[in-house]
């Protein structure tokens, strides 16, 4: 494998999906996030990405089957907003950002195949006091105001970084409108609290009420 690769699972029929991206990182916020949102919708999964950017490992499963890491990527054909979500194990090493800029770079061509013209990616944000909130920086002003106004804190702390903030600046350059959700943190440990938050708050955005018992 000398480039990244895509396996197609199935073709879903998507009308102008909004794309959703969750990662490991900060309290593994964005991958609860999107693993709840997957849960929500009862997302498909449809297609898999893979990377020699990736880390040098595999993962093996309860039945000790072993897999390389990977992205996955879910459809979810909604009444009110279609979906095309990603998550996945890993990212590419923080120091290696020529691989960055190539794989979501892949990403979002694969993504506009599909008629994706919106972009949201989620992430956490360390903060040393434990107080759920949800941060967001996008991609115009107007756009900032908009989810501020729907309950959201703009984010001004200077720099998001891997995939979470990537995505959403090589979104804009093509001329796709995004945001970028992020729950405070206290920690790096798995955190439910701040991903639910996160999901929570963008369901509720997009008219989406969600029950706390998910």
Known sequence: MDKPYFRQIF??????????QGLPGFGNVGKIAAYLLIKFC?????????????????????????RLPRY???AAPMEKNDFM??????????DDVVAHYEVCSEILDFAEKYGCNFVVTMGGVPISEDKA??????TSPRLAAEFMEKGAVIY????IMGATGLMLGLAEERGINGICLLGA??????????????FKFLMKALGNEVKEGL
């Open 72 to 74: 996955e990527f879910y």
């Open 85 to 94: 979500i990603m998550t996945g194990d890993t990212q590419p090493s923080f």
């Open 11 to 20: 073709n879903p029929v998507l009308e102008n999906p909004i794309f959703v």
């Open 42 to 66: 009862g997302a498909k999964s449809f297609a898999e990405l893979y990377s020699p950017s990736f880390p040098d490992y595999i993962s093996v499963n309860s039945k000790g089957i072993c």
């Open 185 to 198: 943190t206290t920690g790096f440990r798995a955190d439910r609290g701040a991903g639910f938050a996160v």
């Open 133 to 138: 909130q949800v941060y967001v920086a996008a």
């Open 156 to 159: 001004s702390k200077g720099r």
